[in-house]
């Protein structure tokens, strides 16, 4: 309950729930939750660091070696109506800026259950000609990478910009003023 207060509150009282939910239950998976939002909000401005294999071409990615581009970081299921709702929108940006430094990175929520697995999602992108690397955690949301970043919901937006630093997390809403900004701005040497 008191994780549900402090979502609701202003910033200043949001962050002193969430200290005190990490202080009074540590073992909890909402301390988790609170860690994950107080980093969230922390982490704006920083280098975002992920590496994984792309579940397609089994190939190595990771932000570092992206330096340069915008990267758009989607964190979704195959299960999930709203995330295939976005992916429409999510092909028109690749379309329309990869060629101008942008690139998108999925993060997939699908998993353990046999009928979000692996094999659904290769199946799902191959269908959907999605076209940029997927990272499978297997674990939905008990991954450890999307329970540190407090992924409770999802779809979820990170935007990197390209020096690889945490520009939004929360960017649904604001893709189409956000992505053509970072895309202008020069990278600094």
């Not at 949301?141 to 990197?160: C, G, K, N």
């Amino acid at each position: 309950m008191l994780f549900s207060v402090a979502e609701l509150s202003t910033p200043a009282e949001k962050e002193k729930l969430f200290r005190r939910i990490i202080n009074d239950y540590p073992n909890s998976s909402s301390a988790i939750l609170a860690g994950g939002k107080l980093r969230r909000a922390s982490q704006i401005g920083l280098p975002f660091d992920l590496g994984f294999f792309d579940v397609t071409t089994g190939n190595w990615v990771h932000t570092r070696w992206l330096r340069g581009k915008v990267i758009i970081v989607q964190f979704w299921a195959t299960w999930c109506g709203p995330c295939i709702g976005e992916i429409p929108q999510l092909k028109e940006f690749y379309a329309r800026y990869k060629d101008q430094g942008l690139e998108i990175l999925g993060v997939s929520l699908d998993g353990p259950r046999t009928e979000t697995n692996l094999d659904t999602l290769k199946e799902f992108i191959k269908k959907n000609k999605i076209e940029w690397p997927q990272y499978y955690q297997g674990e939905s949301f008990d991954s450890a990478f999307s329970r540190s970043w407090a992924i409770s919901a999802i779809p979820t937006i990170f935007v990197l910009d390209r020096e690889g630093k945490l520009r939004s997390t929360d960017a649904r809403e604001k893709l189409d003023t956000l992505i053509p900004d970072l895309l202008a701005a020069k990278q600094s040497k």
